[in-house]
Structure formats: C-alpha cells, structure tokens
C-alpha cells in the first residue's frame, strides 16, 4: 500500500454509547480495500466517559491506533463540579488539542501520510486536524457526522464564537468538506458561498452488515405469548431525543384501553438518563409496558435490534439537518420503524423516499397517539411495512467508503506533491 491516511477521531474503540464511532471504524476497516493504509489519532481512554474493553476486539489487527494525551475537563479538572468554561472551549476535550499535534508530530515523521481527515461532533479534532494541515502541508477533509454552529447551539455564547471560528477555518483551508445529510449540505452551501460547491460532498451513515449476526431472529423463532416489543437503542436527550409526549401518549392509550399490561413492551436501551425518565415512567403507571435497560456490547445491541418486533426512532425538529446514524442499522435489521421525528426533516425524508411513513412529530402527543394505534394494530396483523433489503443496501458503510476512497484520491491528486517529510 503506497496512500495513507491520517484520520483524528475523538470517539473510537473502546469508547461506549456513541454511535458516531461506527463511522470512523467503517472507514478505517474498508478503506484497506481500496489501497488506502490508515492510522488513527484518538484519546487515551481516560477521556471517555463510558468504555468497554470488549470493544477493542472491533479494530482490525492492520489499523494502528495512536492515542493522545487527553482529559475531560468536567471529570478530571471540575473543583466540586465547577470548572472555569475557559476549560471547555471548544469542547471539555480541549486538553487533546497540544497532546493530539505532539502526536501527530511523531506521526507524520515516521509515517509520511497523504492526507489529513478529522471527524466532528467533537470540535477539537478538527483543531487537531487544521493544526496539522498547518504544520505539514498536508491536505485537510473535514468531515461532519452533524452541523457545527446552529442557531442556540452551542447555548453558551463563547464556545458558539469558537464553533463559528473554527467552522470559518475548514473553510478556508479544507481541500474537501464531507457532510453526511443534504440537509446539512445546504447549509453550508448558503453559509459558505466562496467555498466552491463541488468541494462539499455527502456521504451519509450508514450498517456495517459484518458486524450484524449471519442469521437474524425471524417470527418463527420468537417465544410464543410474550408481548410485542418495540426497541429505543440508545441514548435519550432532554432536547434532542425527549420521550415525555410518547411517554403521556402511552399512559393515555393504556388508560383509554388501547394499551394493555402485558400485551406490548416499550424498551429503552442504554438511554443513558434513567434517572431522569424512572420518575416520569412510574408516575404515568407505565412501569408493566416502558423498560429503561443497561446498556450491551455492540454486536449485542444490533442482535437486539433483530429479535424485536420494531424500532422507534426519536429526533427533535431541532436536528432536522440531520439523520440519526442509528437509522441505518434499524433498516438494515428489517423490521417495521415507528419515527417520531418532524415531517419537514432530513430524516423523515429519507423514510418517505424508502416507503416507510410511519412518522410523528416527537413533541405531539395526539399525533403520536394516532399513530401508534395504526402501527400497533399494523403490528398485532403482522402487516406492518418493513423496506425491503435492495433499497437498504445503498447504505452499506462499505460501499459508502469506496466514495471516501475515490475523494481521498481526487485530493492527493490535485496535490501533487510528496507525501509529508519527504
């Protein structure tokens, strides 16, 4: 292999609870298929909030990993909670930004790479990652799993002006900005006139269908009797991801009589806040039909997703330029998904393309209570609709790399030049 890549990414193994890290894992995995070597520049796994050793064994033995020096300003430098938000800008890993470029250092001096790619929703990659285009004259690609500055986000007005500042860099110095919705094209598009156009490219989330189990659970397989269950895997937000509307629209099903103890099961997989929703559950009487569980290994929880009888989807209309990365594993699972997401959204877009429309806004209760008498009654006739494999299979994370693959072409091509340290 003669082309190598140097990626920084705050969230890889053995990182738990994101799902942004399939992302990165995709691409350094299948990028070998295309004669691309890769190295990735992460934390030590001290900055992780939650880890499992177990998700080590992800990484395949020919990516080499290196780790920077890193802390979480709200773990490991907060005095009885507090820290000063100068700790914090543009993200709590800020300490990663010096220990990310030292590394990189010894990096690119023994290593030469082509080209330099960092990986949002943590901001201090692409610190890292213009840091390095900087120092080496390497080609730089942004990439963003979501939009960076947006309106109320981030709400303290400092680390806004940080984002809004780092965002005017990669559009300055970025050979090629990589989005993963339209949506968020757009945006940048109307934000970023000058930038040229055809520099912005949209390679979406997407399955890894290896790491899914060789034979799902079909009907037949299922213990008889048991309710039907409707899987959340993942973490909720009090903004983003907020149950309280279908939580209230499941105590009054249940007390109208069209919701019965026992019959149907809601479960909430590694939602991450079970102290805050516990309450709410046992206060509305829903403690026999909403679990909160403990969150699972990786391949684990995309088993999961195959053994139930559907999927719910949670997604504020403040994310409408985005599309959940957990989407593509629920279509790939084949089974019936219940989205309360904006109808104007990215997200919602996407399903109506694919034929599924089983959609409600996530904050109204009535229209959520509506359709969830159609789905469940869809559901207990087994005729709920399920997007046939052929139009998942365009989300392939490894169909989706060869795309990375011939961009990281284009770039070292119109470089033109030796690779760093030469």
Known sequence: MHKRLLLVAYHFPPVQGSTGVTRTLAFAKYLRESDWEVTILTVHPRAYASERAENLALVPDYVHVERAWALDARRH?????????????????????????????????????HVVLSTYPIASAHCIGYGIHRMFGLPWIADFRDPMAQEGYPPEPLIHRAYQSIERRVFSHAARVVVTTSGTEQLYVSRFPSYPRTAIRVIANGFDEEMFPSRPVSRQ??????????????????????????????????????????????RFRASGNEEQYAPVVRSLGLTACVQLLPPIPYREALEEMQAVDALLLMQASNCNQQIPAKLYEYLYAQRPILALTDPAGDTAALLRQLGAGNVAPLDDKQAIKALLREFLRELRQDGAFVVPRARVQQFSRRDLTRSLAALLDEVVSEAAVQPAGA
Do not use: C, M
């Not at 983003?240 to 149907?264: K, M, S, Y």
């Open 77 to 113: 430098l907060a005095i009885r909670e507090r820290y000063p938000l100068l700790l914090a800008v543009p993200d709590r890993w800020q300490s990663w930004i010096a220990g990310g470029l030292w590394r990189a250092r010894k990096i690119v001096q023994r290593w030469r790479p």
């Open 221 to 266: 397989d299922r213990e008889p009797g048991r309710p039907l269950r409707i899987l959340h895997s993942g973490l909720l937000y009090s903004d983003e991801r907020n149950p309280e509307a279908l939580f209230a629209a499941l105590a009054e099903l249940r007390t109208e009589g069209n919701l019965v103890d026992g019959e149907v099961e809601f």
